[in-house]
């Protein structure tokens, strides 16, 4: 995780416009000057030695800054770090390279040479970008670092990369990331099972530091601890003390590898209000329902439960030396549309968790790109970001997602989040009997 900033503006108070994206990239700060455009960039180094960003090709004038993690980057040459393969991909492929990487990512590329700049996330913006392209130019991994030299900023979405000229700044050219097939034809969860094993895998794959979890009585972290157990890969589980089924949290426990262990914490997380108020970007939910008159508005992140709760957990990790941070976002969008049968569990859901046979009547759901998943991702982002925290998604994974969908509905609407309900099944891993029933 890191974080950056590219612009044509002058840069009158450096930390200020720095403040809130430093705590991302706590190892290094650098910033230089190319053809007078400024670029910034705040390293957190996770794996191998220090290599300091932006990349640059001097010989054919591109510049390239990113924040994430590139998964598949061995792929494509032998490099020292992931983002080391970025420029080397644009020149192969040009504005398309986006598409050949697998991983959680930020980019803004620059070819000055061509004159025009790319910017880009991945499938499901896991990493913030926010920019102001006009008169002046700023693209930023935190919308403050955008206000702090222009007013007006905004967020990319998920799914898109933009090509704009650099001169004019008109956009040249739009395409997605990833096109999900529709196609509702598997009659088994054994293809779904096999790429949440490897989401798994490449997520914890050359860690310097252990990674840890949120761990609950519920689906999403338990599949995750379950299957790091299989894996044997050492992590820590942090368990707030509360409403959990400690029975089912006790068997957990029990199941961890040697090189693994919990802890209970007890709920003391409204006492993290005022750290998120001063020290996490500033960030309001904006959470709607497409088939519902339930609409949220402006929450705060130092006003919700969650982001309290995710603000003790990531204080107590990083007193111990934590640096990633497996997190169960996604699951409840994209499995279960926070419901089951039609029956909608939370006022925000689309269709009840309900798919139909063609899935083309309501794909992407407003929940899929947008609503709670925006919202939930900016609480991880922005608040395990101000501890030096990266936040990896296992059910955000494009091939994880993609199996999903291509089961067929039956098989999707047979339990509630039928693919982990189904997992922890087959893996003998302890499950709420009564919350499976609550939703069943």
Known sequence: MCSFLFTDQ???????????????????????????????????????????????????????????????????????????????????????????LDGEFAIVLVDFKKKIFII???????????????????????????????????????????????????LVNELPVYEFDLNQHKTSFDDWNKAFENSIKKRAFNLRENIFIGLSSGYDSGSISCELNKQNIPYKAYTVVGSENVDI????????????????????????????????????????????????????LQDDNGSCGLSM??????????????SGSGSDEIFSDYGFNGEKKFMHS?????????????FPWASFYGSTMVSYLAKEEYVAGSYGI???????????????????????????????DNYLTVSKYPLNLILSEVFN
Not at 128 to 147: D, R
């Open 10 to 100: 002058k840069i009158d108070d450096f930390d200020y416009t720095n403040h809130y994206m430093k705590f991302r990239g706590p190892d290094s700060t650098n910033q230089i000057e190319v053809n007078e455009y400024t670029f910034v960039h705040n390293l957190l180094s996770i794996t191998g030695d220090y290599v300091e960003q932006p990349f640059i090709n001097h010989e054919d004038e591109i510049v390239c800054v990113y924040n994430g993690q590139i998964y598949n980057y061995s792929e494509f040459g032998k490099y020292k770090s992931d983002g080391e393969c970025l420029i080397p991909l644009y020149q192969k492929y040009g504005d398309k390279f986006i598409q050949k």
């Open 120 to 170: 880009s996330t991945d499938v499901f913006a896991t990493k913030p970008l926010w920019y102001s392209i006009g008169s002046s130019l700023i693209v930023a991994s935190y919308e403050s670092a955008v206000k702090s030299l222009r007013k007006n900023a905004t967020k990319l979405d998920g799914n898109i990369t933009r090509v704009y000229d650099l001169e004019t700044r008109d």
């Open 249 to 300: 949290l006790q068997k957990r426990y029990s199941m961890f590898n040697d090189n693994s262990s919990g802890e209970y914490l007890q709920d003391n997380r409204w006492q993290y209000k005022n750290y998120i108020n001063n020290n996490v970007e500033e960030f309001m939910y904006r959470i709607y329902s497409s088939s519902s008159d339930y609409n949220e508005f402006g929450l705060r």
């Open 313 to 326: 957990v990531c204080d107590r990790a990083k007193s111990e030396g934590k640096k990633v941070y497996l």
């Open 350 to 362: 689309n269709f009840g968790g309900l798919f139909p046979e063609d899935l083309s009547t309501i």
């Open 390 to 420: 990266e936040t990896r998604y296992p059910y955000l994974d494009k091939y994880v997602v993609q199996e999903f969908l291509w089961l067929d509905s039956k098989l999707k609407n047979s339990k509630y989040k039928s693919v982990l």
